[in-house]
């Protein structure tokens, strides 16, 4: 074989090697814009459909703005106490909003079912914690103000698991309003002047804070109770046979 011949074939196996990796490249490139045009045109899936209706929407924003509402609180100056309380009574609405608007639109998720009472949770349990450090209440009204959310969730948890349902009580209720309200004047904290009927008066916001989440404290310790016997009752019914059976 000459020289001639030789290189000839050199340059045609490099021709070769050259085609073939752009062959390769070419597919691969092929394969990766089939696969966006498949997701493209692939449905949403129910989870993520859930995720984006209005009452869910509502509910991922309860859980946005708590950076901004413990921002805000962590400053403790009049202005931004009254921003935050105006934050923390925002969502307080909105929760209200998206529960009656899931159920008027019947737009009742799996994913609403989750977020909902943990939204409500993060955010009350920002506040407590921030109100501790600032000196507003008492660490031990926080503890157990947490620690009644942990019991009743567990056993919420259980009777769920058992088939069992324990429907919240009138006295779950007032705790709740009771906490919340308390817990917006205690973000407010200062003595600010408000009109009540004809005349102007001065109202320790913290003081009534104070008063309306000891008051909900022990709403919460005898709705915790209220539960627990529920629960109890439920348990004693499980193996019992039903009426007429």
């Known amino acids: 074989m000459d020289r001639e011949t030789a290189q000839k074939q050199k340059a045609e196996a490099r021709q070769k090697k050259r085609d073939e990796k752009a062959r390769r490249k070419a597919e691969k490139l092929a394969r990766k814009e089939a696969k966006k045009a498949e997701r493209r045109s692939r449905p949403p899936s129910a989870l993520l459909q859930e995720f984006w209706n209005l009452p869910n929407m509502l509910t991922m924003g309860r859980i ?4 901004l509402f413990v921002w805000f609180l962590s400053d ?29 639109w019947n737009m009742i998720t ?16 920002a506040a407590l914690v921030m109100l501790v450090r600032l000196g507003r209440i008492h660490a031990w ?10 019991i009743v969730t567990g056993l919420r948890q259980i009777a769920a698991s058992e088939g069992l349902v324990i429907a919240a009580g009138q006295e779950g209720k007032w705790k709740t309003s009771l906490q919340l ?9 200062y003595t600010h002047p408000m009109f009540f009927g004809f ?6 916001f913290n003081l009534v804070g104070k008063f309306l989440v000891y008051f909900s404290t022990a709403f919460s310790v005898w709705s915790a109770g209220v539960y ?18």
């Open 64 to 67: 946005a703005v708590i950076p």
């Open 76 to 104: 403790a100056d009049p202005f931004f106490s009254w921003a935050a309380a105006s934050i923390f009574t925002l969502a307080a609405v909105t929760d209200v909003i998206d529960g009656f608007l899931a159920r008027r």
């Open 110 to 125: 799996v994913v609403g079912k989750l977020l909902d009472p943990l939204a409500d949770k993060l955010i009350v349990a």
């Open 141 to 150: 009204v926080v503890i157990v103000l947490l620690c009644r959310e942990f």
């Open 181 to 189: 309200t308390g817990i917006v004047a205690l973000c407010i904290h």
């Open 199 to 204: 005349a102007w008066y001065d109202v320790n």
């Open 228 to 245: 627990f016997q529920a629960f109890l009752r439920m348990l004693s019914r499980r193996g019992q046979p039903a009426p007429g059976a």
